[in-house]
């Protein structure tokens, strides 16, 4: 069964963040996102003001506190190290992708040129993970 999912989107670019909020919105998703513009406002959210989402949703090419800075700091962390975490990055760089595997991420999604191809594969991704059973541990 499907579930309403807190989301934590930490992202830097606003036209991103409205294309995720216009993508829902079409789908008809009508999961919580809350949202952060870097590494360190997410932080921010997590320590300081207990925010505990189902999944964080992390771009990797950001100001203060970059992506693979923030995973490191977040799965060394006992109480938030095992939200799920997936990169939605424009990085196709391998390097990228081994180093957030070794970290310890959940996924890690491409967003694609194409509006539609991006709603599909958001579509995917909030599908699995709102219908998947681990969710309903935390």
Do not use: Q
């Not at 499907?2 to 909020?21: G, P, S």
């Not at 100001?63 to 939200?83: A, H, M, Q, T, Y």
């Amino acid at each position: 069964m499907k579930r309403k999912l807190k989301i934590l989107l930490i992202e830097d670019d606003t036209i991103e963040l409205m294309k995720l909020n216009r993508a829902m919105t079409s789908l008809n998703m009508n999961h919580e996102v809350r949202e952060a513009n870097n590494g360190e406002d997410g932080l921010e959210l997590l320590l300081n003001e207990n925010y505990y989402p189902d999944i964080i949703l992390l771009d990797l090419n950001m100001p203060k506190i970059n992506g693979i800075e923030f995973l490191r700091i977040l799965k060394d962390n006992d109480s938030l190290k095992f939200i799920p975490t997936i990169i939605l990055t424009t990085s196709s760089n391998e390097k990228d992708l081994l180093s957030c595997y070794n970290i310890g991420i959940s996924g890690y999604i491409l967003k694609p040129l194409k509006y539609e191809d991006y709603i599909k594969k958001i579509n995917l991704l909030l599908s699995y993970w709102s219908a998947n059973e681990l969710i309903k541990l935390s």
